[in-house]
């Protein structure tokens, strides 16, 4: 649970990116999509995203190169959406690979396997229509009594013509709340598995809430019951945990995370590609990112480069803030602590300090993300921390001066809240300077 509020943390702070802001020639914008500046590697993501798509991208790696708060993880996210939704995009940080669940490399392959995406065509029997009804029945997790899982579902889906409610047991009640199922959505749910495939948000439901990016589609007519073809995406890491869970007791609450075997993977690849042969499914291989990268040590860099090697690998795109530095675990100092066997194949994009306005503009567009008002003064005063000390950090003062307007009941940020926020919380150099020094000071005691 923890893990996945830091997720969601970790991608708050990019909430406005749409996209990379390219024309059709693939040149960047100067602001587009949420994006500012920082032609030349967004031009070189927007190559490698045709790539992808064209799927001649596989098993090969990508390595994002730049100072602290360049916007390395910003550009990544930015092709997570040109990717669309179907080819999958995983995004994870390199201390998330050591845990005690689970080995490293098992939490590594895991990862990896969750970037390959497998698109099943089928004729089945579904349901479709527009969401006008979902309540859950949440009763305490029996694993974990501090969470709720839903025991049950109603669900109540209607056609221009047709309305019919269904009740569902907990293993689809949860994958609908994973699906992020909500009232106004249309909806196509297969009728023996329950796996949902969302269309986009009724015409209805548009005018009523007003929502920013969901596709908008027709309410379908006729039968809410039907036959027809039912395109869904699966990824290879879905696979290995139905098969792995096959008959034991995780099947009632969709499993946890844990070890697969080896030969449950092998099964599975066989499984997939006689499905492809078949004509019945289409390999879209999809991205896994690693943040902070240095975090990585030689072992999973040596499984890495191996895992990379099989055919059914997804694009890895690493990200280093580091110049050189000690590949973990060992002693031998390289280029972004990364072992040169590995750097000699990957492809490399740069990125570069922003300039004053730069950083301005992005914090303004910051603001506008995050409905706030700032004064020209609060601004500046910003874009000077922005500069002095890192973007990311003037990012993060937002919010805290934000609620310090609030608490002067006044709507909009001044340069008073500003100072105030910057005065009690600290940029990660001014924090790691601070613990230098109190760690000089016990030594000396
Ligand atoms: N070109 C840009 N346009 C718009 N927003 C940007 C741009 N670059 C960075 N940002 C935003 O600035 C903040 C800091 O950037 P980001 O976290 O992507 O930097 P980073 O290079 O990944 O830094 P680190 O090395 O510390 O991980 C984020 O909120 C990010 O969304
Ligand atoms: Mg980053």
Redesign the pocket.
């Known amino acids: 649970m923890i893990r996945e509020l830091g997720r969601f943390e970790r991608i708050g702070?990019?909430s406005?990116?749409r996209g990379l802001g390219l024309d059709e020639n693939l040149r960047a914008k100067d602001v587009a999509d949420?994006?500012?500046?920082?032609k030349k590697a967004r031009e070189a993501a927007g190559v490698i995203v045709r790539l992808i798509k064209e799927g001649k991208m596989a098993g090969r790696g990508i390595l994002l190169a730049?100072?602290?708060?360049?916007?390395?993880?910003?550009?990544a996210v930015a092709i997570s959406k040109e990717l669309g939704k179907d080819v999958p995009f995983v995004q994870v940080s390199a201390s998330e690979f050591y845990s005690a669940e689970m080995k490293k490399t098992e939490a590594l392959i895991q990862a990896m396997r969750k970037a390959i995406g497998v698109r099943i065509r089928e004729q089945r029997v579904v349901l479709e229509g527009e969401v006008v009804g979902l309540d859950y029945n949440m009763i305490p997790n029996p694993y974990n009594p501090t969470q709720k899982i839903p025991e049950s579902a109603t669900l109540t889906l209607a056609t221009k013509d047709e309305k019919r409610s269904f009740s569902v047991g907990s293993r689809v009640a949860m994958y609908f709340l994973s699906q992020n199922v909500e009232i106004g959505d249309v909806i196509i749910v297969d009728k023996e598995t329950g796996r949902v495939s969302k269309l986009g948000k009724s015409e209805k439901a548009r005018k009523k809430f007003d929502i920013g990016e969901d596709e908008v589609v027709p309410v379908p007519s006729g039968k809410v019951e039907k036959e027809r073809e039912f395109t869904y995406v699966l990824t290879l890491h879905d696979f290995d945990e139905a098969n792995a869970r096959r008959g034991s007791i995780f099947s009632l609450f969709g499993g946890g995370s844990r070890e697969i075997d080896n030969e449950v993977r092998q099964a599975v690849d066989e499984q997939v590609k006689r499905l492809i042969e078949e004509g019945r499914a289409e390999l879209l291989p999809g991205v896994l990112f690693i943040?902070?990268t240095h975090l990585m040590d030689i072992e999973l860099f040596a499984f890495m480069n191996r895992a990379t090697e099989s055919e059914m690998a997804p694009i890895i795109i690493l990200?280093s803030?580091r110049g050189f530095a000690k590949i973990r675990g060992t002693d031998i100092v390289a280029p972004h602590g990364i072992p040169l066997d590995l750097l000699d194949r990957l492809l490399i994009i740069t990125?570069e300090q922003y300039s004053r306005d730069?950083i301005k503009t992005?914090l303004e567009?910051?603001a506008v993300e995050m409905g706030v008002t700032i004064s020209d003064e609060a601004i500046e005063k910003l874009t000077d921390i922005g500069e002095k000390m890192s973007?990311?950090y003037a990012?993060q003062l937002l919010a805290p001066a934000n609620e310090f307007a609030k608490l002067r009941n006044s709507g909009k940020i001044e340069l008073q809240d500003v100072e105030r926020a910057a005065s009690i919380f600290s940029d990660v150099s001014q924090s790691s300077e601070y613990l230098k020094r109190w760690e000089e000071k016990m030594l000396g005691m």
């Open positions: 702070a990019h406005h990116i949420g994006l500012v500046g920082q730049g100072p602290p708060g360049t916007g390395k993880t910003a550009i943040d902070e990200a803030n990125t730069e992005i567009i910051r973007l990311r990012v």
